[in-house]
């Protein structure tokens, strides 16, 4: 199977194998979630050109793509970020030498960590690369049955944060990455959570209401983050939740969330429990 790395002009086709991917996926394994389809391969483009930009790609060309991976180092711990391959495609070794490549360009990082969907096979890929389970991630979705209050202490997210942001998420994630903040700021927004002048978490929202990544210093602070991004997410939130996190997904339950669909952490060494994050995603772990 040719193998090569990616550039600039194959985004638009490999954004198209990620979202036939991704269809396969919900229509299989997630049909909580059909309600998200179709899905528009241009809203894929951002997050592949960060990639491309601040790690890796690879294609799978048999005269045109086939197949993709994407991986990133930050803090020097590897993750996939990417894999997908046409699901008429699965099932002939494409996806393993797509991991391999990707897993030879981050040789030497100190672990290594995935976001499995939950394709059995991909889960058995990465076991057989030795990557564990560290804990499920639950798709938890709306509509809630009010929107909370914005809580108080809550400000705007600048890059002037940066520094207290890369602190927090060294301690509750394990691994700093303020280059995919930068990306955050660009496409979500930001909100900081203080108590008495002092911050104490984060949370990001998006145009889609998407709520997540967010980091709290304190499990008990996590419920106020929760909030703060439903309320800015309104009838459209949802969340990526480790879980771990029980303060977040208690707090979502008595909001009227339900979990519709997940996917599985999987880390190379022992991992930070993820009780006080709620996930950016696959892609970007």
Known sequence: MPIRPADESDLPALAGIAVAGMTFLIERYEPGRAETLPLDPDDRLPLLRHVLATGTMFVADEGEPVGFSGAVVRDDVWHLAQLWVFPENHGRGIGGALIDAALEWGAGARAFTVVSSPHPAAETLYLRRSMFPVWTQLDVRGPPS?????????????????????????????????????????????????????????????????????VAADAADVPALVRAGCHLGGRRAWCLVPSTNWAALKELASLGFRAVGSSLFMASRPWPDGSRYLSSGGALG
């Open 146 to 214: 009010e929107e909370p209050p914005m809580p108080d202490g809550v400000s705007e997210l600048s890059e002037e944060d940066q520094i207290w942001v890369d602190r927090l998420d060294r301690d509750a994630r394990g691994v700093a990455r303020p280059e995919d903040h930068a990306l955050f700021r660009t496409h979500g927004k930001g909100l900081a959570l203080r108590r008495d002048g002092e911050p104490v978490g984060y949370v990001y929202v998006w145009p889609d209401g998407r709520v997540g990544p967010s």
